[in-house]
């Protein structure tokens, strides 16, 4: 009776896996097909170190050499093309989705990753690093990786205008597609150091077309509805190489800065002060079209109930933007219940 079970739900199975192929894959690697071209290119070496090994889980270097993003149903995908040094440093990411969240980081936000979102913020006298005029953060992810095996680690944490706000520790996966994970909450990752091209070492002007060919490093799935308050419309994402305390800002930021030297002290650096947009533009048109619809396969069904259920009280439910995944999400979903329009 088992086996027979078994068998009739093989076909099923194979189906939503068939259906799934042209979805983005957490692999450390920008998929030409789904991700097209970079959408910023590095110009500046990097003084994070420049990786020789060309292995997947090992990296002596830091560098961002071009930024690839997507968006798929309710998830947005980028890839930060490059390595993150298998040292603990850190790649700190910061979306900004809605009006309001934070031009300058404050000293309140929640104790994740050992206070690291802290450690560039304000700290109680009126510094705090502070991105261009036209950015405020809404939400911080970060990534580490080290040790043998290689373990990488992810945080996340909402950058609310006053502060406070949740945030915590996502969990650990390893490098490659094997290591790749999907957490409840709905954030994922895949990491990829096998590049030992794209940018060299220095604080001079980078060979930005040896940049713009590289299409692996860390790549992370973002639950659109992690983002505090955001429903539709475009997005803009800051990121940058930190010291593993998150207390030594590299000169790999994207967007970039135009040459020059890591800029070291975080709660010192105005990005206002470096040319150009020390972020890079996601262009969303279209609002998400069936938000309840976890899994994507276009109807909002049982497995989308499960989805919900699983990650109560985190953020991988979250359909109206409280933070929390709770009864009024639930209501949503009942609300849009079948086939997706
Ligand atoms: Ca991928
Ligand atoms: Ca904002
Ligand atoms: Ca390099
Ligand atoms: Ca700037």
Redesign the pocket.
Known sequence: MRSKLFFTALPMCLAIAAASQAQVVLDGSAEAKLYGAAIAVQNTQ?QFG??TQGTVDFAS?S?L?ACYATIDGNFLFIVFA??LESNYNKLDIFIDGVAGGQNRLRGNNPDVDFNGINRMGDDGTGNGLTFDADFSADLWMSLTCGGAPLAVYMNQAQLLTEGGGTGGYLGTGGAGAAGAVIFKSGFGFGLDNS??????SGSELADTAAAELVRTGVEVRIPLSAIPGYTVGDLKVCAFINGGGHDYLSNQVLGPLGGGANLAEPRLVNLENYPGSQYVLIANSGATPCPSDLDLNGSVDAADLAALLGAWGGTGGDLDGSGTTDAADLAIMLGAWGACS
């Open positions: 990097t420049d990786a270097g560098e050499d490059g390595n590049n030992i091209a794209g940018v060299a």
